[in-house]
């Protein structure tokens, strides 16, 4: 049994589809506390339902933070993150969780103060493939970046351009961490492939039943594959459903595809970044027999 202290913080971490904030909600409701968002797109307004931002009845279950506060054509980094979490870690007891690792790290392990990267070269880097842009990084950032996210590999182009220094060297020089492992209980959710697959083909149908595409269809005129908000799984496949340049079904199955290989990214940094934090077996036991609450 995994013992949840009720004034101790939590983190909770796993792939898109685990149950990760079904398993948040059942805490704050057992013991109390504020759900804070750790989600890098679901900070976002514009897409709630592609990006399963919590909906109202789940809003109402317990309080909720950094979902949606974020302008749709913004952009917004871990730092930006970082900065509007830490005055949420003053108050209640703060229950974070979310699918983005490098929020979860950079929060528990330290972030870099790297200097934002001048409009001049992202606009250089956004010209680039990025392959030709991973050929170009050096091997110590290779090996702790996730290597088939373009945005990872941009993100590590634009501070070695921008700065003269790896994005590993920047690492290396990390101040201490807003909330150290030792003073929380960090949970991750072992989401085996073969139990995920089918729920996240189930979820991206109940997003279409509970009105994705009509969601799309709100987004479409300030559509502009540039935004970061626009990395949502789902917006750009059902964006370009609406221009006329796919069927729906073959909208529904690019975006289930997409979000697959997402999770198995997710597993990726999560077995390579987390081995430290309480494994949950979500597959074979129901959660809420796994925990004993405690005062």
């Known amino acids: ?12 971490a ?6 990760k904030s079904a398993l948040a909600l059942h805490i704050a409701e057992t013991q109390g506390g504020v759900i804070i968002n750790a989600d890098a797109l679901q900070v976002f307004d514009g897409w709630r339902i592609v990006t399963a931002r919590p909906d109202d009845a789940d809003l109402a279950r317990a309080p909720h933070a950094l979902y949606g506060h974020v ?12 900065r509007d979490v830490t005055p949420l870690l003053q108050g209640e007891r703060p ?30 880097a956004d010209a680039i493939d990025y392959r030709d842009l991973l050929a170009e990084l050096d091997p110590e950032t290779i090996a702790r970046i996730d290597t088939q996210n373009p945005v990872r590999v941009q993100r590590a182009w634009e ?17 201490a961490p807003l ?12 989401a085996p492939k073969e139990w995920l697959t089918p729920r996240i083909t189930q979820r991206f149908g109940m997003m279409l039943d509970a009105g994705a595409l009509v969601e799309a269809a709100a987004m479409l005129p300030t559509w502009d594959p540039a935004h970061l908000s626009s990395k949502a799984i789902g917006a750009p496949e059902l964006i370009a459903h609406l221009n006329g340049e796919m069927s729906l079904a073959r909208a529904k199955e690019s975006a289930i595809v997409a979000s ?14 987390m081995r430290d934090w309480t494994t949950i077996p979500v597959s074979s036991t129901e959660l809420s027999t796994v925990f004993t609450f405690r005062t």
């Open 179 to 190: 909330l150290p492992l030792a003073d929380v209980t960090a949970l991750v959710m072992d």
């Open 1 to 12: 049994m995994i013992s949840i202290h009720k004034d101790k913080p939590v983190v909770i």
């Open 71 to 82: 302008p749709f054509d913004a952009e917004y980094s871990v730092g930006h993150w970082l």
């Open 95 to 124: 229950i974070i969780v979310g699918g983005t690792g490098l929020y979860m790290t950079a929060l528990t392990q330290g972030l870099a103060d790297i200097p934002p990267t001048p409009p001049a070269i992202r606009a250089q």
């Open 159 to 175: 501070v070695l351009t921008a700065t003269g220094r790896s994005l590993a060297d920047w690492q290396d020089n990390t101040p």
């Open 260 to 273: 697959r290989q997402y999770a198995k990214r997710q597993r990726t940094w999560f077995r390579a970044r």
């Open 14 to 19: 796993g792939p898109t589809a685990s149950g």
